[in-house]
C-alpha cells in the first residue's frame, strides 16, 4: 500500500517477496533507520547509507521500497561506472550493427540513413530517469524492447520511485560529484530528446551505500543525508541482533533457539579476530547463509548443531585467520 512516509517501529519485520529476481527475504528495521528514510524523504535528499559489508545497506533499500509502496530500481557501481551510465547510456554496440548492416545494403538513401541510426534509438534509460521521469522512461524502452523494472500490485507513477545506487565507492570520484548537477537541478539533458524533469510532487528516495573502501567527496558528502549501520562491538549484543534477525528468517520449527545462537557465536568469535586488522569481519549476510546452508540440509536439531561446526569455515571464514599468519 502506498504511503508517503515510514509508519514503522523499531524492531518491525518488513516481508520482502520474491520480486525482479530477488529472493524472498525479510528486513528488520531499526530506528534510525526509519528516522534517515523519512528525513530523506522530506527534504528531497539522498540517503548514503555506509558500513561495513553485509550490515543490510542494499537491503534498507528493498525493505524501504515494499514498506512505502514505491518501486524499486538498481544500480551496481563499478570501477567503469560513469555519471551518465546512472542517467542513460548508449548501445553502441547495436548503433555499429545497424550501421553495417545498412550499409550492406546499397539501395539504402542517406537520409534513410541517419534516421536509422539516430543516437536517441539506441538510448537505455538510466535509473535515475526511471525515477525522474517514470512515463518517457517506460516509452524509451518500449520503443527498443527493453525489460521495464518490477513495479508492486497496484503500482502507479505517482506513488513514486525508491533508486537504490549500490557501492558508489567503487566508481572514480567524478561520479558522486556527477550526480549533484542532476539532483540539483532537478533536471538532465539525453541526446536527441527533450530533457528529463523530476516531477517535484513525486520526488525520488535516493539511496547510495558504501563500503567506505575510498573516500567520497566532501561536496558530494554534504549533499546527503548519512546513515551508518554497523553491528554491535560487545560480544552479548551482537549476539543477542544475530539471533533476533535469523528468528526473523527462520520459524522455529525450521531452526530451534540453539542453532540461532550456535550460530552467532560461531560468527561472534570470528569477528573478534579481525577486530584489530584492516579485513572485513563476517557479518549478518554470513549469519544468514550459515542458518540457510544448515537449516535446507538437515531438519533434526542435534544433525543441524553437528553440521553447523562442519560448513562455518565455508560460510564464515572469508579470510585466512590473522593469528595462522
Not at 520459524?251 to 545462537?261: G, I, T
Request: charged share 25%; proline share 7%; aromatic share 4%.
Amino acid at each position: 500500500m502506498y504511503q508517503t512516509h515510514l509508519k514503522l517501529v523499531a524492531g518491525a519485520k518488513i516481508p520482502l517477496p520474491a520480486r525482479g529476481g530477488m529472493p524472498e527475504s525479510c528486513h528488520i528495521i531499526d530506528e534510525d533507520s526509519v528516522l534517515a528514510v523519512n528525513s530523506a524523504l522530506a527534504t528531497g535528499r539522498p540517503l548514503l547509507v555506509r558500513g561495513e559489508p553485509g550490515t543490510g545497506k542494499s537491503q534498507l533499500a528493498r525493505a524501504a521500497a515494499e514498506a512505502l509502496g514505491r518501486a524499486l530500481v538498481t544500480n551496481a557501481v563499478d570501477s567503469r561506472t560513469e555519471t551518465r551510465d546512472l542517467l542513460w547510456s548508449v548501445d553502441a554496440v547495436a548503433r555499429l550493427a545497424e550501421a553495417q548492416m545498412m550499409g550492406a545494403l546499397r539501395e539504402v538513401n542517406e537520409r534513410a540513413l541517419r534516421d536509422r541510426l539516430a543516437i536517441q534509438a539506441f538510448v537505455h534509460p538510466g535509473p535515475l530517469w526511471w525515477a525522474f521521469d517514470w512515463e518517457s522512461a517506460h516509452k524509451q524502452a518500449e520503443s527498443l524492447q527493453l525489460s521495464v523494472p518490477t513495479t508492486p500490485d497496484g503500482w502507479k507513477q505517482a506513488h513514486g520511485v525508491v533508486v537504490l545506487i549500490d557501492e558508489i565507492d567503487k566508481a572514480d570520484p567524478s561520479v558522486p560529484n556527477g550526480l549533484l548537477d542532476a539532483f540539483g537541478h532537478g533536471r538532465f539533458e539525453v541526446p536527441g530528446r527533450p530533457p528529463v524533469v523530476m516531477n517535484p510532487e513525486c520526488r525520488p528516495l535516493v539511496l547510495i551505500t558504501t563500503n567506505e573502501e575510498r573516500a567520497l567527496p566532501d561536496a558530494f558528502l554534504r549533499r546527503c543525508l548519512v546513515l551508518p549501520l554497523s553491528l554491535p562491538k560487545d560480544r552479548a549484543g551482537l549476539v543477542a541482533a544475530l539471533i533476533e534477525r535469523g528468528r526473523a528468517h527462520f520459524p522455529e520449527a525450521k531452526c530451534s533457539d540453539e542453532v540461532l545462537r550456535q550460530a552467532a557465536d560461531l560468527l561472534a568469535s570470528d569477528r573478534e579476530k579481525f577486530y584489530s586488522t584492516d579485513l572485513c569481519p563476517p557479518g549478518l549476510a554470513e549469519y544468514i547463509d550459515l542458518l540457510r546452508a544448515v537449516c535446507e540440509q538437515e531438519q533434526n536439531n542435534k544433525k543441524q548443531r553437528e553440521l553447523m561446526v562442519r560448513i562455518a569455515k565455508f560460510a564464515l571464514k572469508k579470510h585466512p585467520d590473522p593469528s595462522e599468519r
